[in-house]
């Protein structure tokens, strides 16, 4: 057989092997691009928690500053009630 032959038979064969390479390398790159991707979301939820997490301690914080200071009110208040009786 000559090569003109051998090519006549084999091209198809190179034509799929060639596609398939083609799509291996494409899928990697897809992922690669996904991959970032997914890491850039990540990031960002993990910095939408962080600032979600120090709203709420700020707002506990408030929370209790303004409860602390709703019971010193009611310990004064019964410290001069008491203070009166006597």
Known sequence: M??????KLLWP????????AIRLEVGQSLNKWRHRELE????????SVDKDIAGMHSRMSRHETQTNSYLSEIR????????RDK
């Open 76 to 83: 004064n208040d019964i410290k001069t009630l008491l203070a």
């Open 13 to 20: 064969v190179g034509v799929v092997v060639l596609g398939f």
């Open 2 to 7: 000559t090569i003109v032959e051998w090519f």
């Open 40 to 47: 850039k979301d990540i990031g960002q939820l993990k910095d």
